[in-house]
């Protein structure tokens, strides 16, 4: 039994880890291109809010195996807003939502923050609300893939849902469903990632689907490799 509470949750901190850092890939090359092409940035958005809620809750239990698991994610998410916004200039109504996901996000942290410490409720009551809460933003963020659905069942293709993001938040929910079940038999736990696990599995679906095969598709992504602005830059310096 000791040997599962202590392997468990720091696999899991690992594949967290792994989980927010899935799309720094895509991040990094949009940036290089300056064009985030079929990137989603509304989940990178959603998951800077879920990792500090995580780490919110983390130290009212505390859980130090839940702070490690989001430490990591909340700098990485933070990065990935960053350096993705600017790349937002011609769409106005994506770049909007994300803004407003971080101030909204963030006033609500700051007021549930301080209603939790000035209320002087007993730290069993303040860890179950911000359990909650954490539990809530974090079925969010497993969600925010599927908020393109409408557009990966109308065009036939699911580019817009990053497949490396999508394995990962399944191996990650997995795991951490395990551990909070069947070791902790914490809810907050178990609750978000079996859902987050359920939600990975439908977008793992929509990917077998409709894998994306589309041409337009492939040549976007062909164009914005890290290869293809290589030659592109060769190319230039050549002509020069």
Request: a neutral charge.
């Amino acid at each position: 039994m000791m040997l599962s509470e202590n392997f468990f949750p720091i696999l899991g901190v690992f594949l967290s880890t792994a989980l927010y850092l899935a799309p720094f890939p895509a991040v990094y090359r949009a940036v290089r291109v300056g064009s985030l092409g079929t990137f989603n940035v509304i989940p990178a958005a959603v998951m800077c809010l879920s990792t500090i809620s995580w780490v919110m809750y983390s130290l009212s239990v505390p859980n130090p195996y839940i702070f490690a698991a989001n430490v990591p994610g909340t700098i990485a998410s933070a990065y990935y807003v960053v350096a993705t916004l600017p790349l937002l200039s011609g769409s106005v109504r994506e770049r909007a939502s994300v803004q407003l996901i971080i101030v909204v996000g963030t006033t609500i942290k700051l007021a549930l923050w301080g209603y939790v410490i000035f209320s002087a409720m007993s730290s069993e009551d303040r860890s179950t609300l911000l359990g909650g809460y954490a539990s809530l933003i974090c079925v969010i963020l497993f969600a925010s893939p599927l908020s393109t659905i409408r557009e990966v069942i109308a065009t036939g293709s699911s580019v817009s849902i990053y497949a490396p993001l999508t394995l990962t938040q399944i191996t990650n929910c997995g795991t951490w469903t395990f551990y909070g079940w069947f070791i902790v038999h914490d809810v907050w736990v178990y609750g978000p990632n079996a859902t987050g696990l359920t939600l990975g599995l439908i977008q793992m679906v929509l990917k077998l689907i409709y894998p994306g095969k589309d041409e337009a598709a492939r040549t976007l992504r062909a164009r914005t490799s890290p290869e293809a602005w290589d030659d592109n830059t060769s190319t230039e310096n050549d002509s020069q």
